[in-house]
């Protein structure tokens, strides 16, 4: 009896630790410097209600780094350049950050006004 409970509480803990210390330190990983800029090159060209006909692109992307994470994702700070034949694209260059999350596998940026 006694060697069947240590059985299972060693198969408990080594569940606990390799299960859950994945799982964890997955989702508290933030988004690379490259993983940032193909969201965002997304979500500039691809805004919710409408169609981009001008293509947007980022000439200069240089990741800041990201807070703690929260329920949103990831506030993380950037510094960018874009490029565009519409000159209301340039006013991007002034955000300076945005929440970054995860969804189906795939970092996406919360749009940042």
Known sequence: MKAKFHAVAMVSVAVTICGCGSAAS???QEPSESE??????????HPPG???S???SIKFF??????SPTPR???CH???QVASANLGASFYN???????YKDSGKWIMRPPF
């Open 73 to 75: 994702g990831f506030q």
């Open 62 to 67: 240089k990741k800041e780094g990201c807070d």
């Open 36 to 45: 940032m800029r193909e969201a965002a090159l997304y979500a500039i060209n």
């Open 78 to 80: 950037f510094d960018w």
């Open 94 to 100: 002034n955000i300076t950050s945005s929440v970054f």
């Open 26 to 28: 997955q989702a508290s």
């Open 50 to 52: 409408m169609s981009n």
């Open 54 to 56: 001008d293509p947007i």
